[in-house]
């Protein structure tokens, strides 16, 4: 079976890394909500986040790795438009995020559904431990955990991270969209 699932390894160079920390450093972080009513979960979900999306340079890079990953493993009908989010789970508050999708669940009223997730690991794995990401049905090979590691995968599969029992584990997240699946 082919792999669903793309990676790259040292995705993000240390230039990239400079760029986002200048972004980061005076970011304020909030605990992230679930679900489209946005509601407090946190059997489902515990971690912190912020919103990244008007990042013009980020959106870019992010989208040429979606857009290559696209074109050798999907064929998906996907525009440029996507939200960037800045993730971090925290071993003090037991940080997670259980199994769950990346698509619309209550399609009412869309014209777009989300197509393609993306990851990329800011965090070296000595940073911390637990925290492991999964993808249903998929295996990792073990240097996903690499700082700068991107990934890519159908926003429809079944995807998790585990608790961090230590340190922090940072993460950018985005989302590319098309015209409706049908």
């Not at 240390?14 to 304020?28: G, Q, S």
């Not at 992010?62 to 998906?76: K, P, T, V």
Request: hydrophobic share 30%; aromatic share 12%; proline share 3%.
């Amino acid at each position: 079976m082919r792999s669903k699932h793309v990676l790259w390894r040292r995705g993000f160079q240390e230039k990239d890394f400079e760029r986002l920390e200048t972004v980061l450093e005076n970011m304020e972080t909030h605990k992230a909500q679930v679900g489209k009513d946005n509601r407090d979960d946190e059997k489902a979900r515990r971690s912190r986040i912020s919103w990244l999306s008007s990042n013009l340079w980020l959106r870019e890079r992010l989208w040429s790795f979606a857009e290559e990953g696209n074109r050798r493993n999907y064929g998906f009908d996907v525009t440029r438009s996507c939200d960037i989010q800045y993730t971090e789970y925290l071993a003090e508050e037991q940080g997670h995020y259980n199994w769950h999708v990346d698509v619309h669940i209550d399609r009412e009223n869309l014209i777009f559904d989300r197509k393609i997730s993306l990851t990329v690991q800011l965090s070296d794995p000595s940073d911390y431990e637990g925290g492991a990401f999964e993808i249903e049905g998929q295996t990792l090979p073990d240097w996903h955990t690499e700082k700068g590691t991107v990934l890519i995968f159908p926003s429809y599969m079944k995807h998790k991270v585990n608790p961090v029992t230590k340190g922090k584990r940072r993460s950018l997240v985005a989302w590319f969209e098309g015209p409706l699946w049908r």
